[in-house]
């Protein structure tokens, strides 16, 4: 693969702006400029394999319970311990 490792990872604001992913698409674009199609096709599996072993990994606890805070904001919720349903229009 000719995949160019020399290229560093761009710099992400905590805002994430339009500019974070202007940067994201340079840097996807430097990284594949010289693969063929099968090696770009390679390199974008690997990468959706390590994402989906993530989203596999159990849940923080303090962020199920932060998520749960939130939720229980945003739908009117006394507190985050009362069941949420959502209801479909």
Not at 48 to 55: D, K, P, Q
Request: aromatic share 6%; net charge positive.
């Amino acid at each position: 693969m000719t995949r160019r490792n020399n290229i560093p990872k761009p710099e992400i604001s905590p805002a994430f702006t339009m500019e974070d992913i202007h940067r994201i698409r340079e840097w996807h674009y430097e990284r594949q400029k010289g693969m063929t199609t099968k090696e770009i096709c390679e390199d974008i599996r690997k990468g959706a394999a390590r994402f989906e072993a993530r989203l596999k990994e159990p849940v923080d606890s303090a962020i199920e319970a932060e998520f749960e805070r939130r939720m229980a904001w945003a739908l009117g919720t006394k507190t985050a311990k009362e069941p949420v349903s959502i209801q479909r229009v």
